[in-house]
């Protein structure tokens, strides 16, 4: 999976369910940059090397970053993806599972979705 499209996944998840949508924008120094509407904004990385799930988990590692320091800066619950279990008090973890990059609970360990296919809220 190439990394635009690894990004377009991730992105699928961060429409359907954060209330702050990211500016996209290519950038030589950094690759692509993901902008908040305060003006910040974070860089993403393609790791070398792993399999395509493992370089979709870490994107989507990086990317939940980007929305957290989104969220809080926009005054929101700092909380993306939200546990449909336990909301508002912690994220799901991007890990994964039987060769496939999925959003854990962390508290249970239970799959909740694969990356790229949370239910829009």
């Known amino acids: ?12 998840d ?6 702050v949508q990211p500016r ?10 993901l902008f908040a509407p305060d003006g910040s904004g974070q860089g993403l990385t393609s790791p070398p ?3 395509a799930a493992e370089r979709l988990a870490n994107l989507a590692d990086q990317v939940q970053e980007w929305a957290v320091e989104a969220l809080w800066s926009a005054g929101a619950s700092a909380v993306w ?6 909301p508002d008090t912690h994220p799901l973890t991007a890990t994964v599972r039987t060769d ?12 909740l979705a694969r990356i790229g296919e949370l239910e829009t809220q």
């Open 81 to 86: 993806p939200q546990c449909p279990t336990h």
């Open 1 to 12: 999976m190439e990394f635009a499209e690894t990004l377009e996944t991730v992105l699928r």
């Open 24 to 33: 996209i924008r290519a950038d030589d120094m950094y690759g692509i940059m």
């Open 100 to 111: 496939t990059a999925v959003w854990v609970c962390p508290k249970r360990g239970t799959t």
């Open 49 to 51: 090397g792993g399999t």
């Open 14 to 19: 961060l429409q359907a369910q954060c209330a």
